[in-house]
């Protein structure tokens, strides 16, 4: 009778022909773990610093809401005082609109810097790993071509 041939025994030498590099793998995921950890502490920061800005806005307009809020004397002073808090609020908005613009242009050029740096290392190592890669490949194809003659 014909023995049947032993698949298991052939896909295990097949793959064992070709090693799979797991350093490689380790690298790729700490270099993003790093990256991540870098991206975050970016974010983090703009949070920070967009919250103090918020709260800052905050009180400035609670102060001046109490003085809007005041008895006056004359039914005038209700109208001057409302001007007064619209003119205010507004030099106050445009002041925090450009503290929160530059937050995101400082988030925007960092995140671009470690984008372009981590690309670098990743395509420089991508480089040794393909090499790497093709070099065992070759060998292996070379040892299975010669163990089949």
Same mark, same amino acid.
């Given at each position: @009778?014909?023995? &049947?041939?032993?698949?298991?025994?052939?896909?295990?030498?097949? @793959? +064992?022909?070709? /090693?799979?590099? &797991?350093?490689? @793998?380790?690298?790729?995921?700490?270099?993003?773990?790093?990256?991540?950890? !870098?991206?975050?502490?970016?974010?983090?920061?703009?949070?920070?610093?967009? %919250?103090? #800005?918020?709260?800052?806005?905050?009180?400035?307009? #609670?102060?001046?809401? +109490?003085?809007?809020? !005041?008895?006056?004397?004359? /039914?005038?002073?209700?109208?001057?005082?409302?001007?007064?808090?619209?003119?205010?609020?507004?030099?106050?908005?445009?002041?925090?609109?450009?503290?929160?613009?530059? #937050?995101?242009?400082?988030?925007?050029?960092?995140?671009?810097?470690?984008?372009?740096?981590?690309?670098?290392?990743? +395509?420089?190592?991508? &480089?040794?790993?393909?090499?790497?890669? &093709?070099?065992?490949?070759?060998?292996?194809? !070379?040892? %299975?071509?010669?163990?089949?003659?």
């Amino acid at each position: @009778m014909a023995k &049947t041939q032993d698949f298991t025994a052939m896909m295990k030498d097949f @793959m +064992g022909a070709f /090693p799979v590099d &797991t350093k490689a @793998m380790e690298d790729v995921f700490k270099n993003t773990a790093a990256l991540n950890e !870098k991206l975050s502490a970016v974010a983090l920061d703009a949070a920070g610093k967009s %919250a103090e #800005i918020s709260n800052k806005w905050t009180k400035e307009t #609670i102060s001046k809401l +109490g003085d809007v809020s !005041k008895v006056k004397a004359d /039914p005038a002073d209700y109208a001057k005082a409302a001007t007064d808090f619209a003119s205010a609020s507004a030099e106050v908005a445009a002041e925090n609109m450009a503290a929160f613009a530059e #937050i995101a242009k400082k988030v925007q050029m960092e995140t671009v810097e470690l984008v372009m740096a981590a690309g670098k290392d990743m +395509g420089e190592e991508a &480089t040794a790993a393909v090499k790497k890669a &093709t070099d065992e490949v070759t060998s292996a194809a !070379k040892k %299975a071509s010669a163990a089949a003659k």
